[in-house]
Structure formats: C-alpha cells, structure tokens
C-alpha cells in the first residue's frame, strides 16, 4: 500500500487502486481537495499545479505508481508558508482573480519561486510562470502581485 | 525526505478541507481503496461545498426571521446584507459590482455584504436589456441593473428608515444611515436590530435615488468580493461539486461533427475499473463511472462505430471558396446610405480588400460541466449558469417536467467568453439527456457530473464562426471617404436556434455588429451579409460580431489615411466629428501614448512602430494604441498597449481596467494564434500545445485610461478585445508597409 503525504496528512493507498490514476484526480476526487483544477490533462497549462517536494508540478501527468513513499505533496490547500500567505494578500489586495479558475496553480508556481527567489526579476516571473495559462489575462496584475509580495517578505 | 514518519495531528488540523478525525484513533489518516479510487474515501464528507452554498436558508431559519425586501436582497439578524446577484460571476466582476450597488443606496458598510447567486427566474431576475430571460451577456450586466439594484437598495433602506423613526418617535428625515448603522442624535441601531419592524413597513414602489455626489462606493475602489475564495482554492465551481453518490460521466462525441452513433462498442470496457453505466446521448456515448479518471479510461476504451452519413465532410478550405463564391454575389442588405457603387467608380482612389477569419474556440479554463440529479418529479442542477432560464426550459422539456420542477444552483464559471451561453443549451442537454438515460436503467435519483475533457472542449463546438470579408472603399481626390462597400460572408449565429427571431430580413445582427454602424461619417456605405448554413457549430464569442467587423474596419481605415497621407489619428477625429464617445476614447489613447513622439530603439536595430485602433461595442467606446518590435527575422512582439475606454460612469474602476486588460490579452490570442481548422469534418486542434494562447512572458504592458463619465454605465466584459487586433495589424503595417488581412497574424512567409 504506497503511502505518501498531502498537506501533511498520511495518505495510505490500497492494493487495486488503478497506478495509472494520476494524482490530480486522487487529490480531486478521492481526498475532495478540490482547489486543485483541471484544465487541460496534459501539463499543458498549469492549473493542476501542486508542489511535489517542493518543485511545483503538473499533478495531471503524474501516476499515483510514479509516486515513491513519503513523498510530500502540497495543494492550495495546505500552503501555508509565508511566502504563499504574502502572496495570497498581495493577489487579494491587488484583485488579481478575474473567473479565479487557474489562480491555484499561479500560486503553486508563484510559491515555488518566492521560495527560492524573493525578489524575482521580469525574466525570472516569465521562466517560473510561463507554464501557467489564464484565459482573463490577468497576467500584470500576477506579475505585480508576485513583486508586492516579495517586497513585503524584506 | 522521511518514509517512516507518521502523519503529524497538529499539522493536519491546519489543512482547511482536513477530514474529521474518524475515531478516538491516535492517527489521522486518509484510506483510499480501490472500490472507491472514484469517489469515495474513508472519512471524508466532512464538506460538501455545493450542499453547503445551498443550506443557506436552513441555517437562515436557525438564526431568526430575515427582512427581504425585494427579490435582490436579504438583511439577517447578525446585520449581514445577502445580496442575491441574477447574473453569472465568470470573472466580470458581477459578484462585486451589483453588490456595491445595493450597498451604496442602503448605506451598509462593505464588510457586511455577502453575495448569493440567484436561482433561475425570468420574471425576478429578467435581463432588462434583452429579455424576457434571465442571462448574461452582451455586457449588460452592470447596464441593465444600475437602477434596479440602487432602488433594491434604496427601498430596503428606507424601510430600515421607517423602523427606526417609528421606534424612536422621529421624523424619517432626521435620521442618517451610514456605514451600517442606523442612528439619530446619541442613539443607534444596527440593521438587524430593525430588521423584524422594517419588514412590516409598507415597501416604497420608488424610493429616492442617491445625488452622485453622494456616492461613497460607486465609483471608487471597492475590493472584489471572490478574491479571497479564489486566492486560497476555496471557490466553488462546478468542477468541484461533490454530492453523495454522484457519479461523473465523459462522453465519446463524433469525430465529425454530426455523425450519428451506429454501435457504442461497449466490449472494450470489459474488466475496466469504476464503470457503472453507458448511456447513448444525442451527440454521443457517455461512460458512467466512480470519478472522472475511470470514466475517461473508459471513454476511451469504447469502440464504437460511428454512422457517418449525416455527418460534416468538409474542410475549412472548402468553407473559404464557398465563402469566396458568395462574395461575388449580393446579400441581404444590413445598411444602405447615398449610392455606394456609384461613388466607388467614380473615386480618385479606391481600395479593394479581403479578410479571412478562422473559427475560434473559447477555450476557456473550466472546459464544459454540469451536475444535474433527476429525481421523480424534480431535476437539480449545479452550474456556473449564463442562460438560467433558457438551460432550465430546454432541460424541463428535455426530461418532461415543468420548468418550475428545474431548480438550478447558480455557481462560480471558470471563464466562458460566452460559452455557457449556448441558445441550443447543448451541453446542458447532454448532462440530461444522460441522467435520463439513467432514469430508463431504472437509476433515477444518482447526481452525475458530466465533464468534458480539454480535447472535448476543443473539438465538440461550439466556434466563433469562420468569416470573409470582402471591402472597398474610395477616396476623392483630397483623400476625403467617399465610398464605403462592404460584405460579410459567415455562419448565422443565431439561425436554427430558439433565439433566431432576432434575424431580420434576412440580417442576423450578430455578424454585422460593428460593421453595419460604422461610426465614420461616409455619406455612401453600403453593407450586405450572407449566411450561408455549414454544418460547424457556432456560437457567441467575447465580443461577438465585434471579434471581427472591429477588424476589417480599422484596418482599413488606417490604409485609407496611409493612402490620403494623413495621420492616422487627425483622420479619424475628421470622420468622428459627430461620436463623441469615439472622439474621447481616440483623443485620451494618443495623447496618453505619446503619439506622433518618437519611440525607444529596438533591441538590435529591431524596428518598431505604433498602431491605433478605435471601436464600440455594447454602447462603450475603446481605443487602444499599440506599441511593436519587429525583428529582423519578420517575428514581432507586442510590447505596450495604451487603452482608453468611455463606458459612462464607471461604478469600480479598477474592474474596468482588469476588464480592458484581460479583453486585449484575449484578443491578442486570438490575433496572434487563434485558429480552429476543420478537416475532414472534423477539428484538426485538441489542446492547448496546437491552439496556443497567450503566456505571462507574451502579455506586453497595459496601461487603461478611463474617461470620466456621469452618463449611465455601458458595459466593459467584452469591449476591451475588439481594438486590439486591428491595432497591432496597424502598427506591423506602420514598421513594415505590410497590411495583414487574415487572421491570425503573421509576417511570416
């Protein structure tokens, strides 16, 4: 029964569960963590974001049998460092969501960056969020929100 | 990384959607079995977020009576104002400004609104711009309810009013509202505390407006209501309603548009995991299962024979030379002023142009769903709705009930663009057509939540249609327009669907939108239209006819001014002397840009140039200025758009600008990769990697001007996207003396 972990809770798999279900749909359907989104079902436009490891990943291409045990597996729901709550009030305070559907997976990726990087350039918001598609353009408004957020950080 | 450790509780307990724990257990931990990988897992149902957005009422009751008013709100005991919003939150902003609204005539105080999707009702909630019915579109949004949702507002304030002066033996007139509270001299009252006497006040039939210069919220920023939820996963949408036992179903559609299913092939699902149910449905096989990865699986496992006699053979090439033959021909005539073909002979130059425009999808980001549940006499249905009261009709007849019997949850849609607004309800109708299916099994009562995959989505329709242009125009010999002949070859939106009663003699006005009231003053204009029938599904797309009249016009337009040698800006103010809203939107984008000023050099000796287009669309006038660097290799960016928007009043301004920056990033995908190509009858695009969009590292800069307005608010949803393509097309023409005339734009070989 592989065991991983999502937002810090045990998750056990049993024996029969299909290893081709990719992990999105366990987190969706199974776990009813439903923040995470499908979009497109082929890592094509970075709704289903999730941090695997901390490395922001396309939980749509990603088969419950490829995850190893213990691996650690962060949603929209569970993140709560303090680089993703500084980006939460800055895409609240900058009104970023326009149909809101994609801006889960611009906060896994945009978490993922600030993580590493609190004070992004242009071309380093362009590398880390290029992957994540928004219909509404709400892009300036992502990019602004990322650099507030940073700024806020220190 | 730590395999062996066990599940922290304390750090569970900080997981909001974390399950309850199931025992006096020491660990909390979440089993999911094979039996239930789809949709069932051990100690789990502690959320219900669709059951818990419609349990409202019940906890309502709980805690004491509520004032209603009116159909738009509701004040509770705890002084919380529940406005119940009739149109469709699909990131307009319609959840934030009819709200404001109401909270600016009843004076409430912002952090007490709570907002409450309507139920489907056409006499309540009709759209008083375009009913009887109850939608959303067209922009009207904000349009058709500025007065209704003031007076909503204004009625239940003055019934508050009439309470308190009644309580404290006052004149109504001297007492004031601010900020949700009550209050006269040294005493207050909160609106709960006069909630129960308000409501036995006798309800004003037309309570006094606010003077304009009292405003406190309209016109000023107020924060989007949904920023938290949909900043934190919690929003709700109808991908993510989960009811007890609910099932989800995907469906096999046609691989050419109209074929019919001969043998649904069930064979190839034998020993698959979670399938419960096949149901043939109009357009299709749907594979019932647990949950939606089981029920792709088995999707795509049928093996079904497909009857393609009825179907579409054609390809976009054999739709292009039918449209070309009838460009040769006349059509219906949509505007007829002075003698257009005389004029044009007679002109000192003349200009002949074609423009091709392929079909487009939507493509928005929650592809198409529904949850629908037939139970006996009643059907419920969970959706991000656009046409309430269309969807409802045509479910009710679908499955043989009233509509009153149709009860329709309104959530949040991930974007649309008009494609929940579909007039033949077709995937609405699919989600029916399968719970009857069921219903026939002897399984009625299962909610099934129908999902289309992105691929679906993309190939099933319905398409912005496929158009032709063909435009001449001539000038005299002092470069005056003279002569204005224009023809439009496309798809009928509207024909063959319960809305074709807007076509008349023989003009659909959906597709000569933006071309049949051309704005600049040519005394001979002429514009004709053919519709001719195509077996491709088609539909409204942000902006409508707009998406491509904006563009045949305003590039010629431009070449008309190159041609007379003339600023394209100073030709434009000569012909729009008399469009004011045109004038100021034109006015305000050129000097805000800097036109007619040098621009930056281009990185290496790249050349660059500005382009500028103008246009109205549901009453609000756009102009945008365009900034580009052309590279040597003919690749181009778009580095800076300067809009200006005249919508009258604009009731939040910072929703306007993210409406005009969000129309020109869905426009620029559209002009600068948007295209569905037919083949074979069928769609040649599926995803994302073959109909790209745009990418954060391609959305240039945007800034967005508004021009103050005290005149009634017009609509911003839409208006945003038609200048943009035009736009661009002019300044790549500016830099390389090359006018593109089909879509999208290259300037490639």
């Keep these: 029964m592989p065991i991983f972990f999502v937002n810090k809770v045990r998750v056990d798999i049993a024996a029969g569960v299909p290893g081709d279900t990719p992990l999105l749909w366990i987190l969706r359907d199974s776990l009813n963590l439903t923040g995470t989104k499908y979009g497109c079902g082929k890592a094509l436009c970075g709704a289903c974001t999730v941090l695997i490891e901390g490395q922001p990943t396309r939980s749509c291409q990603v088969p419950l049998s490829s995850i190893k045990l213990g691996t650690d597996v962060t949603t929209i729901e569970g993140l709560k460092t303090r680089e993703a709550l500084a980006l939460q009030a800055a895409w609240e305070k900058l009104d970023v969501p326009q149909c809101g559907y994609c801006q889960s997976g611009q906060l896994m990726s945009a978490a993922a960056l600030l993580a590493k990087n609190r004070h992004p350039s242009d071309a380093d918001i362009d590398n880390a969020m290029a992957g994540n598609i928004c219909r509404c353009a709400t892009y300036p408004r992502i990019r602004a929100a990322i650099k507030d957020a940073g700024k806020s950080l220190g | 990384m730590n395999p062996m450790r066990m599940s922290p509780l304390q750090s569970a307990a900080d997981t909001p959607a974390r ?142 009013v009439a309470a308190a002066a009644a309580r404290w033996k006052v004149p109504a007139e001297a007492i004031a509202v601010k900020n949700g509270v009550v209050s006269h001299g040294g005493r207050k009252a909160s609106f709960g505390e006069l909630a129960t006497a308000a409501a036995k006040e006798p309800v004003p039939a037309s309570p006094k407006l606010k003077d304009p210069k009292d405003f406190v919220y309209i016109g000023r920023h107020v924060p989007r209501s949904d920023a938290r939820a949909k900043s934190t996963g919690t929003a709700i949408y109808t991908q993510d309603v989960k009811l007890p036992g609910m099932l989800t179903a995907v469906v096999a559609h046609p691989p050419r548009f109209g074929a019919k299913v001969k043998n649904i092939g069930a064979d190839g699902l034998k020993g698959l995991p979670g399938i419960r149910f096949v149901v043939e449905v109009p357009n299709g096989v749907a594979v019932v299962a647990n949950g939606f990865w089981d029920a792709k699986r088995g999707r795509d496992a049928l093996k079904i024979e497909w009857d393609e006699a009825t179907g579409f053979k054609y390809s976009s090439s054999d739709v292009l030379a039918e449209f070309k033959r009838l460009a040769g021909t006349p059509g219906a005539v949509a505007r007829n002023d002075g003698d257009a073909a005389g004029a044009l002979a007679r002109a000192a130059h003349k200009l002949d142009a074609a423009y091709e425009f392929p079909y487009l999808a939507h493509a928005a980001m929650e592809p198409m769903n529904c949850v629908i549940r037939l139970d006996a006499d009643r059907a419920e249905v969970w959706n991000g709705e656009q046409f309430q009261t269309v969807d409802q009709g045509a479910i009710a007849k679908a499955l043989g009930l009233e509509p009153a019997k149709v009860t329709i949850h309104q959530l949040y849609a991930g974007g649309s663009f008009g494609r929940r607004a579909n007039p033949n309800s077709d995937y609405v109708l699919e989600a029916a057509a399968i719970v009857k299916g069921l219903a026939a099994q002897g399984k009625r009562g299962i909610p099934v939540k129908l999902v289309w995959t992105r691929e679906d989505d993309m190939q099933a329709g319905y398409f912005r249609p496929a158009y032709y242009h063909s435009l001449q125009a001539g000038l005299d010999a002092d470069g005056n327009v003279v002569a204005w002949q224009q023809r439009i070859v496309g798809q009928s939106i509207l024909d063959g669907t319960p809305m074709a009663g807007m076509i008349k003699n023989g003009i659909d006005p959906t597709s000569v939108e933006g071309a049949a009231n051309l704005p600049y003053a040519i005394a001979n204009l002429h514009v004709d239209l053919h519709s001719p029938q195509i077996g491709v599904p088609v539909q409204w797309w942000r902006s409508v006819g707009s998406t491509h009249t904006a563009y045949s016009t305003e590039t010629l337009i431009d070449e008309l001014a190159a041609t007379a040698g003339k600023d394209p800006v100073a030709f434009r103010r000569t012909l729009l002397a008399r469009q004011p809203r045109h004038l100021s939107v034109l006015e305000l984008a050129a000097q805000k840009a800097g036109w007619g000023e040098p621009l930056a050099p281009g990185r290496n000796g790249a050349k660059r140039g500005r382009g500028i287009a103008v246009h109205e669309s549901f009453g609000t006038a756009v102009a945008q200025v365009v900034e580009v660097t052309v590279d040597a290799d003919k690749t181009f960016t778009v580095d800076r758009v300067v809009c200006a928007v005249n919508c009258g009043l604009a009731v939040n301004p910072d929703v306007v600008r993210a409406q005009m920056e969000g129309g020109i990033g869905y426009g620029l995908s559209a002009a600068l990769y948007g295209e569905i190509t037919i083949k074979d009858g069928g769609v040649e695009q599926s995803n994302f990697n073959d109909y790209r969009v745009l990418r954060i590292n391609e959305m240039p800069a945007v800034e967005v001007h508004i021009v103050p307005s005290a005149e009634a608010p017009t609509g911003v949803g839409e208006p945003g996207v038609p200048p943009i393509a035009p736009a661009v097309a002019n300044a790549l023409a500016a830099v390389t003396g090359t006018r593109l005339r089909k879509l999208p734009l290259t300037l490639g070989a």
């Design chain 2, 19 to 160: 399950p309850p724990a199931t025992g006096p257990g020491r660990r909390v931990f979440l089993k999911v079995t094979a039996a239930a990988a789809g949709g069932l897992t051990l100690g789990i149902f502690s959320v219900d977020a669709a059951q818990a957005a419609t349990a409202k009422a019940a906890r309502s009751v709980a805690a004491g009576p509520e004032f209603t008013p009116n159909a738009f709100l509701r004040i509770a005991p705890d002084s919380s104002v529940t406005v119940i919003v009739k149109h469709l939150e699909m990131g307009q902003g319609t959840y934030t400004g009819l709200p404001t609204l109401v909270a600016e005539e009843l004076d409430a105080a912002w952090s007490q609104l709570r907002v409450e999707g309507a139920p489907a009702d056409a006499k309540l909630y009709n759209n008083l711009q375009w009913g009887p019915m109850q939608g959303t579109g067209g922009s009207s949004s904000m349009a058709n309810s500025f007065e209704q949702y003031r007076q909503a507002g204004a009625a239940a304030r003055a019934m508050l």
